[in-house]
């Protein structure tokens, strides 16, 4: 009996040191990516959770030796990410990271990017173009992938014009452009706080969706924010003053939602799908919000119009924006052996039908030139934003390139835009004291 | 040993054993990451720990130059000026009303005003962000009833401050009333007859009875209430992010924003431990004026 009890012990014993031996040759892989476990692709409706387990289990299928685990880590507004932040802080980032180029860039600033200019070959880089700049280091190393971006523009409520028989204001087909003077006409004439609509709204309590407002300099030209040359801040040069003279009126003529400096963008979301707000900057979200309200919700539906971004009179017209585009970036690892088996999970999902799949999930574009737009021609959004970036050129209104510490300078930018939304506002002081600190940020 | 001394040797071992899990709970969770702190505070850092640089005392001084620092330490002094005395008196007011009611009725009162101090900062955050909403908001809406113009209450630097007030007062009232309502309840019957019999009116009986004889409580709940709007935050991030332009802005909000959006780790160190050293202070205060009460 007691023979026969160590020979098992002895069996399970060696069983479980072959299993030990067995795993650890498998290399363990975290992928997080931003969002929620619980939210929906916007192409498909398949939950975000169960796309990524299926790309990963393709990918183990054929690659025995990985084991990858993912999350999807959730948001905070204002552009921070707090969960990454923890993790990074307490030392156990996850290997790869998918997030928007502002928030990962924060981790290459920081000197936690691994180097990924293995990942693309030549004929990949030319796919990708002009956008692999945001993703390059000063010596040229590779810190991110790019996945996915888009452009958005202007978007106007179509139905409440027409109810007023206003839609002879509105910006003409096919290009949908027009001058700073013709909305102000549009904006006056629809405004009715008397009846709870407004002509447009701005938010400034946060950083988050501040391109939306920043858009608006597109349409002035000789605005620049930073110049990269010289690496100074620029936003209080005439041109400037002259774009923000421009956008204070409308507060002055009472023709924005009040208490912009205390708002976020979600706070202007329940006004928009209301129809309490005739027209508002950040088109590409608003856009799809008011489909998922109309939908989901049973809110009276209405027709949208998407413009261009207003230009100053004589002035070309306003080149269309573009979305922060979307990245992998990997965390610099201790053991340098890990890497061949990370750079190559990298080189699978950069690949055009997952980037594709990734892109359409966001609503956004796969920023490789051979993946397919998960659109097409059957999203006329989409068709309207990429035909107008082709004709009128495009703008990051993020302002985020090259731009060192920038999540700090964006945080100075918003408290500007809170100043800058009171009705006492004193427009170049307060341009003169964000430059001023903005400068002092960059230096630290 | 004789037997009674290695009994008590092994009940000293088994105490030591009982409480060990806290000893080690206070020194990994608290103790070590305070100190820590303190280490950090001295270094430029980010979150790259690696790569931190020593700044030493450098670091501190440099924030007598941050005005947004200097504007964060000014607001949460304030806060504790505005909201801990408004608290007090509050609380003890409505604690001396529902004194009266019986049992019952007293017990529906507590549950009422403690509510808001189980649901927290947060969720009442998101309910008064909609009574603040200057265009759809109950607060507006009650106002433009009397003819009076809305209030950009959150949105405003002359009122977001004192909406920040309103909204921690909210909260804040909940378990000094129930302290207030037990010191009263302690008060002995006898010294209140003695002083109605003395011709003593109502009034006279709180001012010159019932407030002098639960002054213990009062020093408690001020030493405690001031400890927690000194490292309040949550309210300030839901309702205004400490804005518009740091009007409402207050130490603590401040340092996640040096540690979690401007990733200067070592920076908001140093700003921890300058409000942890004021707050030893004010405490060490508070203690020694209960001490003499005593």
């Not at chain 1, 004709?391 to 918003?414: D, I, M, S």
């Not at chain 2, 002359?158 to 037990?182: D, E, K, R």
């Amino acid at each position: 009996m007691k023979r026969n009890l160590q020979c098992l012990m002895a069996i399970v014993l060696l069983f479980s040191m072959v299993a030990g031996a067995t795993a650890q040759t498998k290399q363990k892989i975290t992928f997080w990516a931003f969002g929620s476990e619980e939210a929906a692709k916007g192409d498909t409706g398949e939950l975000w959770r169960d796309f990524y387990k299926k790309v990963f289990d393709q990918y183990m299928a054929t690659h025995k030796d990985v084991d990858v685990s993912f999350a999807i880590r959730g948001y905070e507004a204002g552009g921070t990410t707090l969960f990454m932040d923890t993790a990074v802080a307490a030392g156990t980032p996850p290997d790869i990271y998918l997030d928007s180029n502002m928030r990962i860039s924060k981790y290459y600033n920081q000197g936690l990017a691994a180097d990924l200019s293995a990942v693309l070959t030549e004929a990949d880089r030319k796919q990708y173009g002009n956008i692999l700049k945001d993703f390059t280091a000063p010596d040229g190393k590779l810190w991110g992938v790019p996945v996915s971006g888009g452009y958005w523009d202007y978007i106007i409520n179509k139905t409440l014009f027409d109810k007023k028989g206003l839609s002879n204001l509105l910006p003409k087909a096919p290009d949908y452009t027009w001058t700073t003077e013709q909305f102000l006409k549009a904006a006056r004439a629809i405004n009715d706080p008397a009846n709870g609509v407004y002509a447009t709204a701005f938010f400034a309590k946060s950083p988050s969706m501040d391109s939306a407002f920043n858009a608006f300099f597109g349409g002035f030209p000789g605005v620049e924010f930073y110049d990269q040359k010289t690496k100074t801040f620029k936003i209080n040069s005439p041109q400037a003053i002259e774009a923000l003279k421009f956008l204070h009126s409308l507060l002055d003529e009472n023709l924005i939602v009040p208490g912009g400096a205390g708002f976020i963008d979600d706070d202007i979301d329940p006004y928009w799908i209301n129809q309490n707000i005739a027209m508002i900057g950040g088109a590409n979200w608003y856009a799809k919000i008011t489909n998922k309200a109309i939908k989901e919700q049973g809110l009276p539906s209405f027709e949208y119009v998407l413009a261009r971004y207003p230009n100053k009179v004589g002035a070309p017209p306003t080149p269309v924006a573009t979305s922060d585009p979307d990245g992998f970036i990997v965390f610099k690892q201790k053991d340098p052996k890990n890497m061949p088996r990370i750079l190559d999970l990298i080189k699978y999902l950069q690949s055009p039908e997952i980037a594709s799949s990734i892109a359409g999930g966001w609503s956004k574009v796969p920023l490789r030139a051979d993946a397919k737009n998960p659109f097409g021609d059957k999203d006329p959004d989409q068709k309207s934003w990429t035909d107008a970036a082709r004709k009128f050129g495009t703008a990051n209104y993020y302002y985020n390139t090259g731009v060192p510490n920038f999540n700090e300078v964006r945080q100075a930018w918003a408290e500007a835009r809170q100043s800058f939304l009171q009705k006492d506002a004193n427009i170049q002081k307060i341009m003169d004291d964000f430059v001023k600190r903005a400068n002092q940020i960059i230096k630290q | 040993m004789n037997k009674t001394s290695r009994h008590s040797s092994r009940a000293s071992r088994a105490a030591y054993f009982f409480i060990a899990p806290g000893y080690i709970a206070f020194l990994a969770l608290i103790l070590g990451p305070l100190l820590y702190s303190i280490y950090l505070s001295f270094f430029n850092a980010s979150f790259n720990l690696e790569a931190k640089t020593f700044r030493g005392l450098g670091q501190y001084l440099g924030l007598l130059d941050d005005s947004i620092f200097l504007k964060a330490l000014g607001n949460t002094f304030k806060y504790v000026l505005v909201v801990v005395p408004s608290a007090i008196v509050v609380s003890l007011v409505i604690a001396l009303m529902i004194e009266r009611f019986g049992p019952r009725l007293q017990g529906l009162f507590r549950g009422a005003f403690y509510l808001p101090t189980v649901a927290g900062g947060v969720i009442l955050s998101i309910v008064w962000i909609w009574i603040f909403n200057p265009t759809y908001g109950l607060l507006n809406y009650v106002l433009g009833a009397f003819g009076i113009q809305p209030v950009l209450w959150l949105s405003s630097p002359s009122t977001s401050f004192l909406s920040v007030c309103v909204v921690m007062l909210t909260y804040t009232i909940g378990q000094p009333i129930i302290l207030f309502l037990a010191g009263l309840a302690g008060i002995q019957q006898d010294i209140l007859d003695a002083a109605t019999v003395d011709g003593v009116n109502a009034w006279q009986r709180i001012l010159l009875i019932k407030i002098p004889c639960i002054r213990p409580v009062t020093l408690f709940v001020l030493a405690t209430l001031t400890i927690q709007i000194f490292q309040s935050w949550e309210t300030v991030f839901m309702l205004t992010q400490g804005g518009p332009s740091n009007s409402s802005t207050s130490l603590v909000f401040l340092i996640y924003q040096t540690a979690f959006i401007s990733a200067r780790v070592g920076k908001a160190a140093a700003m921890g431990v300058v409000l942890t050293v004021i707050i030893m202070i004010v405490t060490l205060f508070q203690i020694r004026m209960w001490r003499e009460e005593r």
